[in-house]
């Protein structure tokens, strides 16, 4: 699965943008509130908007403190899968509980410095664990090869039946990347610049799938 980020594409044509990659599996919304991360990018408003202007799921990766009370929104305006931050709550449960009831996957995602362990009991809560691999906050950031220790643990655990779920990454996946990535047992991929920086976002599409095929047993 590859998720094109729009936070690479030209935030004043997104409608056009997400028709540029009509292929993808889901478009990948980055949401900052320049708390929990350095910056500040869009908010439901946009979202609203962008689920008038495709039918691609979007996948919210919300960046921002108090997803008990900001996560569920996005799940009621018709969001495919909403995911919010481990570091960014005491309670991810309730609020993966919460995001459910309002009609969407709930998505967990931890930073690359955050340890996987001890959240393995609570997986079972959610339906995607996004690994980050750059810090969160900015694009265009390089690939932190480190991380993928985490999709291979959680992913020992979706092989042998003791998790359902998605295992996604986010964080300077491209052309270059993109296969070890898979090796280590990761589903869906998001990437930014690798899509949306050159002249057939479409085709860089196609052309990461193939790839991410080709390097893993597990999708293929």
């Known amino acids: 699965m590859i ?3 729009i936070l690479s594409a030209d935030f004043a044509r997104l409608a056009a943008e997400a028709e540029a990659v009509s292929g993808a599996d889901w478009l990948h919304v980055d949401v900052m509130d320049a708390h929990f991360v350095p910056n500040l990018t869009l908010g439901l408003p946009v979202v609203k908007s962008l689920l008038k202007a495709t039918n691609i799921p979007l996948d919210c990766h919300l960046m921002i403190e108090d997803p008990a009370r900001w996560a569920p929104p996005y799940a009621e305006a018709g969001a495919y899968n909403v995911t919010f931050h481990a570091e960014a709550t005491d309670d991810p449960s309730a609020v993966a509980r ?8 709930a998505g967990l995602s931890v930073k690359p410095g955050t340890p996987i362990e001890p959240y393995l009991e609570i997986l079972r809560d959610f339906d995607t664990l996004l690994v980050m691999s750059v810090e969160p906050g900015f694009g265009g950031q390089s690939f932190m090869s480190e991380v ?8 020992t655990l979706v ?14 996946i491209n052309s270059d990347t993109i296969e070890q990535a898979a090796e280590a047992g990761i589903d869906c991929f998001v990437a930014g610049s690798a899509v949306y920086d050159t002249a057939d976002p479409a085709a ?17």
């Open 148 to 155: 993928l220790s985490k999709a291979k643990a959680v992913r």
């Open 159 to 172: 092989n042998s039946g003791d998790l359902r779920l998605v295992v996604e990454i986010d964080g300077g």
């Open 3 to 5: 998720a094109p980020s």
């Open 98 to 105: 919460d995001i459910r009831a309002a009609g969407a996957k």
């Open 204 to 220: 860089a599409v196609r052309d990461l799938r193939a790839r991410a095929a080709h390097a893993s047993h597990h999708l293929s």
